[in-house]
């Protein structure tokens, strides 16, 4: 099957601009969790959505947010972009959530430079 | 504020066993152990998971003590491609919300 795939692959942005990047998780997987990872913080979560609602959160400010649509596949937005923002963005799917027996199957990733 | 510990690094020669373990003292009695590795710059990809018993699939072992403070994850016959961060994870509940916290995890690098 399928495997989770996230969009765009590379991207270069400036400071102050905004960028959503998208994942399309595995088909029949309702939670989609992001991460950002980058060499001095390491992996690090961002959120997680399940049918459409953000259900976990982690301690990011506002301007990094998501969403969920109706068919699983989730975006996430970062708006008002610093240096610091720089990083590979990781997206993962799992059938019902982060906890349990559920198994995460991670994207590629989206690998964001900022300017 | 991972909620377990891992040796930085380790090495292990082509062919032999390599073991690498995990401290997670702290972890509740129906949360779960995931292993995880990620070869540079791509997804992190899924291992092995556990609960109390120990586990085996396809791609390695994992041994849980019986007071589950600790694992160790076993790969039987490690090759170059296995060379990787091998992270081990619990959950982490703070605030109303849960999440998985990653940690630094062990970079095993397998030597010809």
């Known amino acids: 099957k399928a495997g989770v795939t996230q969009t765009p692959r590379y991207l270069i942005k400036t400071r102050g601009q905004q960028v959503t990047l998208s994942c399309s998780p595995i088909?029949?997987?309702?939670?989609v969790s992001w991460y950002q990872q980058t060499p001095g913080q390491g992996l690090q979560f961002l959120f997680e959505?399940?049918?459409?609602?953000?259900?976990n959160k982690g301690n990011f400010p506002g301007r990094f947010s998501g969403r969920q649509f109706s068919n699983s596949r989730s975006e996430m937005n970062v708006s008002t972009l610093e240096l610091g923002d720089s990083a590979l963005y990781l997206c993962?799917?799992?059938?019902?959530?982060?906890?349990?027996?559920?198994?995460?199957?991670f994207g590629a990733g989206s690998r964001l430079t900022v300017l | 504020d991972a909620k377990t510990t891992q040796p930085p690094s380790m090495d292990c020669a082509e062919g032999r066993a390599a073991n690498l373990p995990c401290n997670h003292s702290t972890i509740s009695g129906n949360e779960y152990v995931y292993w995880y590795r990620q070869i540079h710059s791509q997804g992190p990809q899924y291992i092995i998971h556990g609960l109390k018993n120990n586990e085996t699939n396809e791609m390695a072992s994992l041994i849980i003590t019986e007071d589950r403070k600790s694992s160790t994850l076993i790969l039987p016959h490690a090759t170059l491609r296995d060379t990787a961060v091998y992270y081990c994870?619990?959950?982490?509940?703070?605030?109303?919300?849960?999440?998985?916290?990653f940690g630094k995890g062990t970079k095993l690098t397998v030597n010809p």
């Open positions: 959505y399940f049918s459409e609602t953000q259900r």
């Open positions: 994870i619990v959950r982490d509940y703070q605030g109303g919300s849960e999440k998985l916290v």
């Open positions: 993962a799917s799992s059938l019902e959530g982060l906890s349990g027996a559920n198994v995460l199957t």
């Open positions: 088909s029949g997987h309702r939670s």
